[in-house]
């Protein structure tokens, strides 16, 4: 065991005027399994380029391992596999590597084949085995599901629960419950550690949330009491005081003293009663710092003259002469929620671009309602660049619900004058899912829309999805969204 020690961690980056950090202090246990959560933009993946030493900070990070992330970057990827772990991990034992790789099911031939001729699933588990080789070394895992199927996600997640000694950055629920034994979150105002998978630190924030919640209103209550009791106080104070110098009503002359007396008497209780009001104000100024904006999102989508809006039945899509998939047959009818699954390279994103429109070589019978909208949301961001309000002006969508929207999914308003190529991996996805959810359309196509992007802003576009109507052709390997939304399964 050895202990990870952050004090005082103050950063930003050059330019930038808000902090990412600010005064942050806690400490970690070298032999935790420790998941990674936090909203995009917070500095996950920030903190972890903090402790690889790449960026200049205020404060202290002392550990007496050293560090390794995940994923490595392959420079030459035309090389055979076993070159590749070779660079990353020189003189490790055959056997250890032949150990790894039968954990994660990946055969043995793969080292002898070219890098690149790897499935994305196939380089995601070879590049874990060469990461698991390094010994004496705390490591950094940074959202390895994203290339993943269900299946490999399942594989990979028994595989970390086996190990120790890691931060892992995922937003898969299920993922994170099934490998980890702690939880390190980056809230809105400090770093949170707790013991536990995800489901019980959710269950825990939810239940201090909902603490929180109820003890503001009760002191909401409480100073609007006081301050109502401190104003009539004060002017029965200042009522008595008026009397001093007048006369009482029978003629008689006041009793400057007594009504003295009386007038200060009261002027301490109302002294009194402000100090238990602003006591009051100080402990509600205390609460509600973390609790995350979730506020529910809206969809209209346009309704369609027809039930069935598309079908397919028996089609097979070729590449060429190579067939990707075959004898594919489903419909999609208003209102249903469909997940489009199956391993990697089974033709889902093949079958999501013959419906969208792209002219692809098949057979079989593929029909689409005539005049029928559809909104599609790319695996890929790379092409995001430029200020919000060009790409609204350019994507035809309303200027002030996109960005109503992107507020709803937790950016700050100081993002909207930034440029998207310097967005996060998961700030760019919410661009590209708020413009679908701008889009007047009959039918949302999805594409691995999830990938990067935080669980609470998962959760809001669950309830999304659940509290309309809405349909929905989606392909997600987030198999706790798939059992939450899915009306139907079609698996290839």
Known sequence: MSLINVTNLTFAYDGSYDNIFENVSFQLDSDWKL????????????????????????????????????????????????????????????????????????????????????????????????????ENSFLLIDEPTNHLDMNARQLVSDYLNSKSGFILVSHDRSFLDNCVDHILSINKTNVDIQKGNFSEWWENKKRQDNFELAENEKLRKDIKRLSDA???????????????????????????????????KMMKRSKGIEQRQQSAIDERSKLLKNIENA??????????????????????????EKMVCSDISFTIG???????????????????KLICGENL??????????????????QDTSHLQ????????????????????????????????????SFSGGQKKKVLIAKSLCEKVHLHIWDEPLNFIDIISRMQIEELLLSYSSTILFVEHDSEFCKNIATKIVEL
Request: aromatic content about 10%.
């Open 35 to 134: 998941g990674f959560t936090g909203r995009n933009g917070r500095g996950k993946t920030t903190f972890l380029n903090l402790l690889l030493g790449k960026y200049e900070y205020s404060g202290n990070i002392s550990a007496h391992v050293s560090f390794e992330y995940f994923p490595f970057h392959v420079e030459n990827k035309e090389v055979n596999t076993i070159g590749v772990i070779g660079d990353i991990a020189p003189d490790f034992p055959h056997w250890e590597l032949l150990r790894e790789l039968s954990l994660l099911k990946v055969d043995e031939d793969v080292l002898y084949r070219s890098f690149d001729t790897l499935s994305n699933g196939e380089q995601t588990k070879v590049l874990l085995a060469a990461l698991f080789l390094k």
């Open 230 to 264: 401190a104003d009539r106080t004060s002017h029965w104070s200042h009522e008595v005081e008026k009397t001093k110098n007048g006369t009482r009503n029978s003629g008689s002359k006041v009793d400057k003293g007594y009504v003295g007396h009386k007038a200060a």
């Open 295 to 320: 506020e529910s999102l809206k969809i209209s989508q346009l309704a369609y003259h027809k039930n069935q809006l598309v079908e397919l039945e028996n089609v097979s899509i070729y590449y060429g």
């Open 334 to 352: 208003q209102g249903e929620r469909i997940a489009l699954t199956g391993k990697n390279g089974s033709g889902k994103s093949s079958i999501i």
């Open 361 to 378: 070589n098949y057979t079989g019978t593929f029909r689409k309602g005539s005049q029928l909208k559809i909104s599609y949301v790319s």
């Open 386 to 421: 430029g200020n919000l309000t060009d790409y609204a002006r350019d994507n035809g969508i309303d200027e002030s619900l996109f960005k109503s929207i992107l507020r709803k999914l937790d950016f700050a308003r100081v993002q909207f004058e930034k440029d998207i190529a």
